[in-house]
Nanobody, 115 residues
């Protein structure tokens, strides 16, 4: 079973940037399409961005043009570069397969965008 550990969150001012990382266990990481998801207080978890096993990417409209997802299969890691951050990006960010594996959610990493 694949497990994911997210890192890189923090407090940033509006307009700032953060880079999130997600380390995956297991030798078959490269076969998975991967996604980043987020959950804001009082809201349901939502899809943010995805990357296929061969590198094709797609984004939620709310982050398109500001966020970039990438992966390094040699390191079993997926990244989310977040630029031009807005207060509405405040959430706990998770990575998982795409579509997600319900038993593989990690602890997530908190991103807070505030002045």
């Amino acid at each position: 079973q694949v497990q994911f550990v997210e890192s890189g969150g923090g407090l940033v001012q509006p307009g700032g940037s953060l880079r999130l990382s997600c380390a995956a266990s297991g030798s078959i990481f490269s076969l998975y399409d991967m996604g980043w998801y987020r959950q804001a207080p009082g809201k349901q978890r939502e899809y943010v961005a995805g990357i296929s096993s061969v590198g094709g990417t797609h984004y939620a409209d709310s982050v398109k043009g500001r966020f970039t997802i990438s992966r390094d299969n040699a390191k079993n890691t997926v990244y989310l570069q977040m630029n031009s951050l807005k207060p509405e990006d405040t959430a706990v960010y998770y990575c998982n397969a795409d579509p997600f594996l319900s038993t593989s959610w990690g602890q997530g990493t908190q991103v807070t965008v505030s002045s």
